[in-house]
Every structure is written in C-alpha cells, then in structure tokens.
C-alpha cells in the first residue's frame, strides 16, 4: 500500500538547520509530484515546498532562499533541507503525494499523506 513516513523532526535553536526526510514506499516515487505542508496549533495547513516529477520546484514566499527541496528517486525520498530556522517555522510537517494539479500549495490536490513530524524552532 502506498505509504510516506517522515522523519528528521526535532528541536533547534532561531538560526539552526534540520533537513526532513521522507521516505515513500508502495507506489513509484518518479511518477508523481511531492509537496511538503505545515501545520501549527491553531492555523491551518500550509503549503511550504513542492518538487515535481521532473524536478521543478516551489516555495512558499515564507521559507524562499531558507529551505531547499530535493528529492532521489532511487532512494525512494524526498528531503526539505532547512536553514535559518525561526520561531514561526515550528509546526508539524508531513510530506504529500500530489497525482496532478494546477496548484501546487493545494492540499485538496495530494491523495496520501505521512503522518507527519514536529519541528520546534526554540531557544
């Protein structure tokens, strides 16, 4: 069955990194779109980065030039490499697959979701 399990969640300090990992398994992982949502207590879920079949990628304006997504098809993951970590990026993160769409920050346009991960940006 298809399954996404994120991992690589944890506490950091204002200005420090985490990179989230999300492994994929039951589908093929070349196929489809990947998006990377957030959610904080109290807000809705938000999109943050996208990464298409092909490569393309998509930010939200709140984490440009911070975060990074990449994905490795061989491995079967999609990564969110985060930098410069502020007090407004702590939220649970799950990662989505996405079939198709026209909007990519969409979460009606992904079919499967992890279960997410808590990042917690703290001093």
């Known amino acids: 069955q298809v399954q996404l399990v994120e991992s690589g969640g944890g506490l950091v300090q204002p200005g420090g990194s985490l990179r989230l990992s999300c492994a994929a398994s039951?589908?093929?992982?070349?196929?489809?779109?990947i998006g990377w949502f957030r959610q904080a207590p109290g807000k809705e879920r938000e999109g943050v980065s996208c990464i298409t079949r092909v490569g393309s990628t998509y930010y939200a304006d709140s984490v440009k030039g911070r975060f990074t997504i990449s994905r490795d098809n061989a491995k079967m993951s999609v990564y969110l490499q985060m930098n410069s970590l502020k007090p407004e990026d702590t939220a649970v993160y799950y990662c989505?697959?996405?079939?198709?769409?026209?909007?990519?920050?969409?979460?009606?346009?992904?079919?499967?979701w992890g279960q997410g991960t808590q990042v917690t940006v703290s001093s």
């Open positions: 989505a697959r996405r079939p198709y769409g026209s909007s990519w920050s969409r979460p009606s346009e992904y079919d499967y």
């Open positions: 039951g589908f093929s992982l070349n196929y489809y779109a």
